[in-house]
């Protein structure tokens, strides 16, 4: 593996960093490089292609909008003995508690950027010399993601294309209202101090 990354980076130098890591899908390890140290995601599956394709796209679109730290992601190389890797910007990250307030400020600007960029977009419209569509970011009308992604090995099709999202807020209202109504409720009612919050998965749940 080393070779094929020593070739595909064009890196003369390739030393292990000492941070490595995973979990049950992947694994991970830092390698030292021409060009600095790096981050490569390592999975053997037959499906690890189509994985990193997704996970370097979903990085390179949270990139784009500027509103938390993602590491910028490389490269994705295909290996001679099967799998593939993700090779990643390296991040030092230690003591990130104290941060915890700014990550979900973050997470909070990152999950609006969308609605900012579609008001931004309806006042380009209105601007003499700049129409829509000419933003860096590019905004959204329907719920999906432009290729497919996956969650584990479990593969989500690309699905922008499918319905609107007036059409998906309506549907997890209705799906929420199914799931939280008689009898869906009573499998999960059993216990007495459930059995007290009858009202509150009757008629809370949007």
């Not at 490595?20 to 992947?26: P, Y």
């Not at 490569?40 to 990085?59: C, P, Q, T, Y």
């Not at 999906?144 to 996956?150: I, K």
Request: charged share 20%.
């Amino acid at each position: 593996m080393e070779a094929k990354l020593k070739k595909e980076l064009g890196t003369s130098m390739l030393r292990s960093a000492g941070h490595s890591g995973g979990g049950c899908v992947s694994q991970g390890q830092s390698y030292d490089t021409d060009s600095g140290r790096v981050f490569v995601k390592i999975n053997h599956k037959s499906e690890a292609r189509l994985m990193f394709d997704g996970e370097m796209a979903s990085v390179e679109a949270i990139l784009k909008t500027e509103t938390v730290k993602v590491p910028k992601p490389v490269k994705v190389i295909e290996l001679d003995t099967g799998g593939c890797v993700l090779v990643m910007e390296h991040l030092d990250m230690k003591s990130l508690s104290k941060y915890s307030k700014l990550l979900g400020q973050q997470l909070a600007d990152l999950h609006d950027h969308n609605k900012r960029q579609l008001e931004k977009n309806k006042k380009e419209q209105q601007t003499v010399g700049k129409g829509a569509g000419q933003s860096e970011v590019a905004a959204v009308e329907k719920f999906g993601f432009s290729v497919a992604t996956c969650c584990g090995y479990l593969p989500q099709p690309p699905s922008t294309a499918i319905q609107s999202m007036s059409w998906a807020s309506q549907g997890c209202s209705v799906a929420s209202t199914a799931l939280f109504t008689p009898p869906t409720t009573r499998r999960f009612l059993k216990q007495p101090a459930l059995q007290r919050e009858t009202s509150f998965t009757n008629s809370s749940i949007t």
